[in-house]
């Protein structure tokens, strides 16, 4: 298990379910974690997206480093 190291916050953002099929269709992972929080994840990273309000998204995850 990796600690978080990437943290941040999107204002004004698409609702997370949307967000994450954004993701999705970029070649992520996506799928939902909870009835509220989505977790997208590629090669390299794994985030965990969060909405606080309807128009508010923020988000924490870890950067994985290459060997």
Avoid: Q
Avoid at 38 to 61: A, K, M, Q, R
Wanted: proline share 6%; hydrophobic share 40%.
């Amino acid at each position: 298990m990796l600690d978080n190291n990437v943290y941040g916050r999107l204002p004004h953002a698409p609702r997370v379910k949307v967000l994450a099929e954004m993701f999705a269709r970029a070649g992520w992972r996506a799928r939902a974690s909870s009835w509220t929080e989505y977790e997208i994840e590629h090669e390299w990273v794994c985030i965990e997206l969060v909405e606080p309000s309807s128009d508010e998204c923020v988000f924490n995850g870890s950067l994985i480093h290459p060997a």
